[in-house]
């Protein structure tokens, strides 16, 4: 079991930034794929980035594509999304995920079929 607590949300004025953290624990060393996903009110949960975790290798959703960025700290077994110009319809609950099997060598998860999920944070974007 890996358990998630994701971290870092809040309200923000559009055009501003945040970095959500997700700290990892338990069987940490079984993770290989971390994502981050979001789900506005009313609508589906859509992914947003994902990180291979040993590699290092991220992917994002078209909507955030050079305006957040995934990372991570081994570590600290913690991975990050920094958010940078944010827009109202970034306005969501984010959540952590953590997946142990390989997706794919070069390319993470991209789809729903993570293994363990945090409980979410709530990001506000004010217009």
């Known amino acids: 079991q890996v358990q998630l607590v994701e971290s870092g949300g809040g309200l923000v004025q559009t055009g501003g930034s945040l970095r959500l953290s997700c700290a990892a624990s338990g069987r940490t060393f079984s993770v290989h794929d971390m994502g981050w996903f979001r789900q506005a009110s009313g609508k589906e949960r859509e992914f947003v980035a994902a990180?291979?975790?040993?590699?290092?290798?991220?992917y994002y959703a078209d909507s955030v594509k050079g305006r957040f960025a995934i990372s991570r700290d081994i570590a600290k077994n913690t991975v990050y999304l920094q958010m940078n110009s944010l827009k109202p319809e970034d306005t969501a609950v984010y959540y952590c995920?953590?997946?142990?099997?390989?997706?794919?060598?070069?390319?993470?998860?991209?789809?729903?079929?993570?293994?363990?999920w945090g409980q979410g944070t709530q990001v506000t974007v004010s217009s």
């Open positions: 990180i291979i975790w040993r590699r290092g290798i991220t």
């Open positions: 995920a953590a997946d142990s099997a390989m997706w794919g060598a070069t390319l993470p998860r991209p789809d729903y079929g993570y293994d363990y």
